[in-house]
């Protein structure tokens, strides 16, 4: 009995090992490749026999590798302060107000959620090219909206219904106006869920790849997901892998370390929008 | 999908007034002169959302439609004309456009499929008590937050049919004999995309699933175990049922988010026939043919697929917006 439970222990762990591995090598294999340069990338060793930094150096000198992060910076976090801002009062009135069509809306804002970008492509490309913002960062702002917003209203939204109705009664009988409700009684309290919803959007934004492509025209205005999908390298019929996987490890680093430090937020996030919705 | 008007003039409901806030503060007939305030308020409130998503939704979504019945080229937008449905009589005589169709729900139902046992067995796994668990989860969120088109490139490499790793470990253990061309081969190009999608949203699958079983309540199981009931036996009969209603919200989830999936063919395989999706057989022709008439059309019917399954989710799901969605 003792060794059956023991031999189920140890086949745990060998199970618990294979998902590890499988999680993580492939990240892995982009750093170890990433650190060999020259014809040592093409040998498969599973630890870089004589690192360098050679391929790390490659990215930002072939191309404007510096100013696409830069862009891709600034594109999310104004996507996430510009999403936040207008999720915040709509949520407040979803959540807390009783009116008319209410049910309606928020289905028109989960429907949203589910639009497929390509569908929207075409009608996208109009508008932006009308506004006169083709090639530009902030027709990349507007347009990522379409997939930030009804993701943020709608986890928001949740999070406010369950916050306790006193709160808001007692500010209400000493006559606060529904802005003032907002922004000293609700928005102190909503500190968590904005971190969840902001970094989740933040990523959303960070990741997106079919806009990015199709309404930036030049190197300069690419976004990182853009830069390292075109990365090419002197030759035409082998791309620079070791570029390639330097690139792809500068843009993940950082944002892996935001995901180890909100782990929790951010799966409890995935799970309000996902689970309950 | 227009703003809607400021001004809430509706008929009230006579439920209304009594599952509103306090309204007992003014006892005015009808409803109080503060739920009107709060009426109004909430939809100045919605307003600039409602005007963004009009803006950025609505709008080209409308046009795309309009878009799917004309001539119009990339090149001049303003010039075209209506030529009804014979994009779509196109499309649908078009084997190129049959192929991306069964490209895509062929992926769609093989990858969730996979996800969904996968992500059941890790979900199983660190659900047990072990040291170290908190570190597995967040080994778990690796792949979720590895941007798309860079899981691609990864695995782009990995797959490469000379220098590739893959073909390393397989002809090591024995899998193949020979170096496969994981990505030329058209046989094989469409199971290597769906390897790299399951790698990269197995996780989310896993941690829905697991926030469901630890909502599970504990006497179940303790009762099994001391009856002596087959573990495999308790899954079927105790866990599945209980968390099948977040597992099907997942599974639709994943289902609709990988029916559109584009990143992930273009950055792996390009254009090619063999596993080109609707959203890229869409965007060649908008973009790199300048048909966007066609390609609209194209685009058009899958927001039709979309739609159709986001009707299902929403009754299957039984989502109760008035209750918010719980």
């Given at each position: 009995?003792?060794i059956?439970k023991?031999?189920?222990?140890l086949?745990?762990y060998?199970?618990v090992a294979?998902?590890?591995v499988y999680?993580?090598f492939?990240f892995?294999?982009?750093?170890v490749?990433?650190l060999k340069a020259g014809?040592?990338?093409?040998?498969?060793?599973?630890?870089?026999?004589?690192?360098a930094?050679?391929n790390?150096?490659?990215v930002?000198?072939g191309?404007?590798?510096?100013?696409?992060?830069l862009?891709s910076v600034v594109?999310?976090?104004?996507?996430?302060v510009?999403s936040?801002?207008l999720a915040v009062?709509a949520?407040?009135?979803?959540?807390r107000?009783?009116?008319?069509?209410?049910g309606?809306l928020?289905?028109?804002v989960?429907s949203?959620s589910?639009?497929?970008?390509?569908?929207?492509?075409?009608?996208?490309f109009e508008l932006?090219r009308w506004?006169?913002?083709?090639?530009?960062l902030v027709?990349l702002?507007?347009s990522y909206?379409?997939?930030t917003?009804?993701?943020?209203v709608?986890?928001?939204?949740?999070?406010m219904r369950?916050?306790?109705k006193e709160?808001e009664?007692?500010a209400?009988?000493?006559?606060a106006?529904?802005?003032?409700?907002?922004?000293r009684?609700f928005?102190?309290l909503?500190?968590?869920a904005?971190?969840t919803?902001?970094?989740?959007?933040?990523i959303?934004?960070w990741?997106?790849?079919?806009?990015?492509l199709?309404?930036t025209?030049?190197n300069?205005?690419?976004?990182?997901?853009?830069a390292?999908?075109l990365?090419?390298?002197?030759s035409?019929f082998?791309?620079?892998?070791?570029?390639?996987?330097?690139?792809?490890?500068?843009?993940?680093?950082?944002?892996?370390v935001l995901?180890?430090?909100f782990?929790r937020?951010?799966?409890?996030?995935?799970?309000?929008?996902?689970v309950?919705? | 999908?227009?703003t809607p008007?400021?001004t809430p003039s509706?008929?009230q409901?006579?439920?209304?007034?009594a599952t509103?806030t306090?309204?007992?503060?003014?006892?005015a007939p009808?409803?109080?002169?503060?739920t009107?305030?709060?009426?109004?308020?909430a939809w100045?409130?919605?307003?600039?959302?409602l005007?963004?998503?009009?803006?950025?939704?609505g709008?080209p979504?409308?046009r795309?439609?309009?878009?799917?019945?004309?001539?119009?080229?990339l090149?001049?937008?303003?010039?075209?004309?209506?030529?009804?449905l014979?994009?779509f009589y196109?499309?649908a005589?078009?084997?190129q456009w049959?192929?991306a169709v069964?490209?895509?729900v062929f992926?769609?139902?093989?990858?969730?499929?996979?996800?969904?046992?996968l992500?059941?067995?890790?979900?199983?796994?660190?659900n047990?008590h072990m040291?170290g668990r908190?570190?597995?989860?967040a080994?778990?969120?690796?792949?979720?937050?590895?941007p798309?088109?860079?899981?691609a490139?990864?695995w782009?490499w990995?797959?490469?049919?000379?220098?590739g790793?893959?073909n390393?470990i397989?002809?090591f253990?024995?899998?193949?004999?020979?170096?496969r061309?994981w990505?030329?081969d058209?046989s094989?190009s469409i199971y290597?995309?769906?390897?790299v999608?399951?790698?990269k949203?197995t996780?989310?699958?896993?941690?829905l699933?697991?926030a469901?079983?630890?909502l599970?309540?504990?006497?179940v199981?303790?009762?099994?175990r001391?009856d002596?009931i087959?573990?495999?036996k308790?899954f079927?009969?105790?866990t599945?049922?209980?968390?099948?209603?977040a597992l099907?919200?997942?599974i639709?989830?994943?289902?609709?988010d990988?029916l559109?999936?584009?990143?992930?063919?273009?950055?792996?395989t390009?254009?090619?026939r063999a596993?080109?999706?609707?959203?890229?057989?869409a965007?060649q022709?908008?973009?790199?043919?300048?048909?966007?008439?066609?390609?609209?059309?194209?685009a058009?019917?899958?927001f039709l697929?979309?739609?159709?399954f986001?009707?299902?989710?929403?009754t299957v799901?039984?989502v109760?917006f008035?209750q918010?969605?719980?």
């Amino acid at each position: 009995m003792r060794i059956r439970k023991l031999i189920g222990r140890l086949f745990f762990y060998l199970l618990v090992a294979c998902i590890v591995v499988y999680t993580v090598f492939p990240f892995y294999w982009a750093i170890v490749s990433s650190l060999k340069a020259g014809s040592g990338l093409f040998q498969v060793e599973f630890w870089p026999s004589n690192p360098a930094w050679d391929n790390y150096v490659g990215v930002f000198t072939g191309q404007p590798f510096g100013r696409n992060i830069l862009n891709s910076v600034v594109v999310s976090v104004s996507v996430v302060v510009l999403s936040l801002f207008l999720a915040v009062t709509a949520a407040y009135s979803l959540g807390r107000i009783q009116f008319r069509g209410r049910g309606t809306l928020l289905m028109v804002v989960l429907s949203v959620s589910m639009f497929p970008q390509v569908a929207v492509l075409s009608g996208m490309f109009e508008l932006i090219r009308w506004l006169g913002l083709y090639n530009n960062l902030v027709g990349l702002i507007l347009s990522y909206m379409i997939f930030t917003l009804p993701f943020t209203v709608w986890v928001l939204t949740t999070f406010m219904r369950e916050l306790p109705k006193e709160l808001e009664e007692a500010a209400i009988v000493d006559g606060a106006s529904p802005w003032v409700v907002i922004t000293r009684v609700f928005l102190p309290l909503m500190g968590p869920a904005l971190v969840t919803t902001g970094l989740l959007a933040f990523i959303a934004a960070w990741n997106e790849f079919l806009f990015a492509l199709s309404f930036t025209l030049s190197n300069e205005m690419r976004t990182v997901p853009v830069a390292i999908a075109l990365i090419t390298g002197n030759s035409q019929f082998e791309s620079p892998w070791g570029n390639i996987m330097a690139a792809s490890v500068i843009v993940t680093v950082p944002l892996l370390v935001l995901v180890m430090i909100f782990q929790r937020k951010i799966v409890s996030g995935l799970t309000a929008g996902a689970v309950k919705g | 999908m227009t703003t809607p008007s400021v001004t809430p003039s509706f008929p009230q409901r006579p439920t209304e007034g009594a599952t509103a806030t306090p309204a007992t503060v003014a006892a005015a007939p009808g409803i109080s002169r503060l739920t009107r305030q709060r009426r109004r308020a909430a939809w100045l409130f919605l307003a600039p959302m409602l005007a963004v998503l009009a803006l950025v939704a609505g709008w080209p979504l409308a046009r795309t439609i309009y878009f799917s019945f004309t001539d119009a080229t990339l090149y001049d937008l303003e010039y075209h004309e209506f030529i009804g449905l014979l994009n779509f009589y196109y499309l649908a005589i078009d084997p190129q456009w049959w192929r991306a169709v069964w490209n895509t729900v062929f992926f769609a139902v093989i990858s969730v499929s996979v996800e969904t046992v996968l992500g059941m067995i890790i979900a199983l796994t660190l659900n047990a008590h072990m040291p170290g668990r908190g570190l597995l989860r967040a080994a778990m969120l690796i792949p979720w937050a590895i941007p798309t088109v860079v899981s691609a490139q990864m695995w782009g490499w990995m797959y490469h049919d000379l220098y590739g790793v893959i073909n390393e470990i397989f002809l090591f253990v024995g899998l193949i004999d020979t170096p496969r061309a994981w990505i030329a081969d058209p046989s094989l190009s469409i199971y290597a995309v769906i390897a790299v999608d399951v790698w990269k949203t197995t996780p989310f699958m896993t941690l829905l699933i697991l926030a469901a079983l630890q909502l599970l309540p504990g006497e179940v199981y303790e009762a099994a175990r001391v009856d002596g009931i087959n573990p495999v036996k308790v899954f079927f009969k105790v866990t599945l049922p209980l968390i099948k209603p977040a597992l099907m919200v997942a599974i639709i989830f994943r289902t609709l988010d990988a029916l559109r999936i584009f990143d992930l063919m273009y950055v792996l395989t390009g254009n090619s026939r063999a596993t080109a999706s609707m959203s890229v057989y869409a965007r060649q022709q908008l973009v790199d043919f300048q048909d966007v008439g066609y390609g609209s059309a194209a685009a058009t019917f899958l927001f039709l697929i979309i739609a159709a399954f986001t009707v299902i989710y929403i009754t299957v799901g039984k989502v109760n917006f008035d209750q918010g969605g719980k």
